[in-house]
């Protein structure tokens, strides 16, 4: 069992930055692949990066490449989401969650956190 806790969120001007944490229980997270999604209001829940246990794998949607930054830290219990550059388009609840295997599947993702909320003003 793991247990997803996000924080992070806010509210940012265009071009600003954020940097998105989701803390997990249990003392398997280190085996697990670790994805962060996002759902704007109307639209379905859509992968934006997902890492790998050892984090030497790494995904990114397209319309995030080169400005987000997934990153994780085994030892903390802990992945991060590094956002740069932000557009009003990346307004969204964001959700961390985790996987038994190397994917990027929403429903392959057996744990999800509660979401936190970035909003991009223009």
């Known amino acids: 069992q793991v247990q997803l806790v996000e924080s992070g969120g806010g509210l940012v001007q265009a071009g600003g930055s954020l940097r998105l944490a989701c803390a997990a229980s249990?003392?398997?997270?280190?085996?697990?692949?670790m994805g962060w999604f996002r759902q704007a209001p109307g639209k379905e829940r859509d992968i934006v990066a997902s890492?790998?246990?050892?984090?030497?794998?790494?995904y990114y949607t397209d319309s995030v490449k080169g400005r987000f930054a997934i990153s994780r830290d085994n030892a903390k219990n802990t992945v991060y989401l590094q956002m740069n550059r932000l557009k009003p388009e990346d307004t969204a609840v964001y959700y961390c969650?985790?996987?038994?295997?190397?994917?990027?599947?929403?429903?392959?993702?057996?744990?999800w956190g509660q979401g936190t909320q970035v909003t991009v003003s223009s």
């Open positions: 890492i790998s246990w050892s984090g030497l794998s790494t």
């Open positions: 249990g003392r398997t997270f280190s085996s697990y692949t």
């Open positions: 969650a985790a996987a038994g295997h190397y994917t990027v599947r929403p429903g392959a993702y057996n744990y």
